[in-house]
C-alpha cells in the first residue's frame, strides 16, 4: 500500500529566511510562516489561532528563498513532513523537532509587501523538480553563517 506524506500551506513568513551552508556548499533556508484560523468558539464569539510552521529548504530552492522571500511575505509552500530527534544536553531528555521540507513554493506577495514581486499581485513559482521559472538563475552572493550558529552537516540533508 502506498502512503502519502504532503503538506501544502499558505501563510506569512514571521522573520526573514536563516540561509546556511552545508560543509559541502551546499545551500539550506530555514523559516517559519504562520496560517491562521478562524473560528467560534461555545460561546458564539469569534476567535483567531494562529499555528507556526517550521520550513527548510535546500538547493536551488533555497537559494530562491534567500534571495526573494522576507519577513511578512506571503507565500504557496509544499512540502512533506519530517521529525528529528535529540538527547537535551542538559536534562538528558529526548526532544522532538518537526520539519516541512519545502519542494515547491509560489510567492503570493507582492512588491513592498514582504516579498518583492515583479507585478504587485503576480504570484512567482519554484520548484525542486523541472525547470521553468520567473527567477534570475545566477548564483547569489554566499552568506555567512552568524557568529556561534551551528553549521548544517550532511546529516541535516533528506536525501
Avoid at 513592498?112 to 547569489?140: C, K, L, M, W, Y
Wanted: net charge negative.
Amino acid at each position: 500500500m502506498k502512503s502519502v506524506n504532503k503538506v501544502i500551506l499558505i501563510g506569512n513568513l514571521g522573520k526573514d529566511p536563516e540561509m546556511k551552508f552545508t560543509q559541502g556548499g551546499m545551500p539550506v533556508a530555514k523559516f517559519s510562516i504562520a496560517t491562521n484560523e478562524r473560528f467560534k468558539d461555545k460561546d458564539g464569539n469569534w476567535q483567531d489561532r494562529t499555528e507556526w510552521h517550521n520550513i527548510v529548504a535546500f538547493q536551488r530552492l533555497a537559494e530562491i528563498i534567500g534571495q526573494y522571500l522576507k519577513k511578512g511575505g506571503k507565500c504557496y509552500i509544499e512540502g512533506s513532513l519530517r521529525t528529528g530527534s535529540w538527547d537535551d544536553k542538559e536534562t538528558g531528555k529526548k526532544m522532538y523537532k518537526t520539519e516541512i521540507i519545502a519542494n515547491e513554493l509560489v510567492l503570493l506577495s507582492g512588491r513592498g509587501e514582504g516579498g518583492g514581486g515583479e507585478h504587485a499581485g503576480s504570484p512567482r513559482a519554484a520548484s525542486t523538480s523541472a525547470g521553468g521559472n520567473n527567477f534570475d538563475q545566477s548564483a547569489p552572493e554566499p552568506e555567512h553563517a552568524p557568529a556561534g550558529s551551528s553549521p548544517i552537516t550532511d546529516e541535516d540533508i533528506p536525501f
